[in-house]
T-cell receptor, first 114, second 111 residues
Framework: EAGVTQSPTHLIKTRGQQATLRCSPISGHTSVYWYQQALGLGLQFLLWYDEGEERNRGNFPPRFSGRQFPNYSSELNVNALELEDSALYLC?????????????FGNGTRLTVT | QKEVEQNSGPLSVPEGAIASLNCTYSDRGSQSFFWYRQYSGKSPELIMSIYSNGDKEDGRFTAQLNKASQYVSLLIRDSQPSDSATYLCAVNIGGNNRLAFGKGNQVVVIP
């Protein structure tokens, strides 16, 4: 079974630009989660998508947005990049909305903003 | 109060010893608890899940949950150098599968 896949692995952008990160969940998983892991801050919840809808959002500004496609893959967009957006962005999936099953993480996209 | 707290600093243990990690959480309604291991530069991988009070053992790992005291712990027996990693405590907040993570505890196993 293929795991959660994320692309690209690394992304380098300059301040003010936009970044697009992509995620494909494990086959059969309908929920996709995005987390930000910045140095020293731990994993911070960004967004949760299920069945194409945004179900929950963490304490991040509106320039962090995303969507989920009919095949359950997801995209995270970060507009007007700031230096502090530099972090590892992790996507995770789980099989059922509202279940207590654990999240399965992809290998992440490391975003560097210069 | 943080949703999930892991307060201990880096933990150094000799090979073969027991490593003990603790985690407290704020949401009394939480029902699902997880421990993840994260090697440097890698993504978190699930090592234990626990849902009921008491102990749950899986190989060299034992998770302990006390909902009344709102803490969950992880014991690593017979620690190996390959156990050297950061261990993240995660708690399902609000019953909607939003996992809140602690900052993690770094474990260093000394051969």
């Amino acid at each position: 079974e293929a795991g959660v896949t994320q692309s690209p692995t690394h992304l380098i952008k300059t301040r003010g630009q936009q970044a697009t990160l992509r995620c494909s969940p494990i086959s059969g998983h309908t929920s996709v989660y995005w987390y930000q892991q910045a140095l020293g801050l731990g994993l911070q919840f960004l967004l949760w998508y299920d069945e194409g809808e945004e179900r929950n959002r963490g304490n991040f500004p509106p320039r962090f947005s995303g969507r989920q496609f009919p095949n359950y893959s997801s995209e995270l967009n970060v507009n007007a990049l700031e230096l502090e957006d530099s972090a590892l962005y992790l996507c995770a999936s789980s099989p059922v909305r509202g279940s207590d099953s654990p999240l399965h993480f992809g290998n992440g996209t490391r975003l560097t903003v210069t | 109060q943080k949703e999930v707290e892991q307060n201990s600093g880096p933990l150094s243990v000799p090979e073969g010893a027991i490593a003990s990690l603790n985690c407290t959480y704020s949401d009394r309604g939480s029902q699902s608890f997880f421990w993840y291991r994260q090697y440097s530069g890698k993504s978190p991988e699930l090592i234990m899940s626990i849902y009921s009070n008491g102990d749950k053992e899986d190989g060299r790992f034992t998770a302990q949950l006390n909902k009344a005291s709102q803490y969950v712990s992880l014991l690593i027996r017979d620690s190996q150098p390959s156990d050297s990693a950061t261990y993240l405590c995660a708690v399902n907040i609000g019953g909607n599968n939003r996992l809140a993570f602690g900052k993690g505890n770094q474990v260093v196993v000394i051969p």
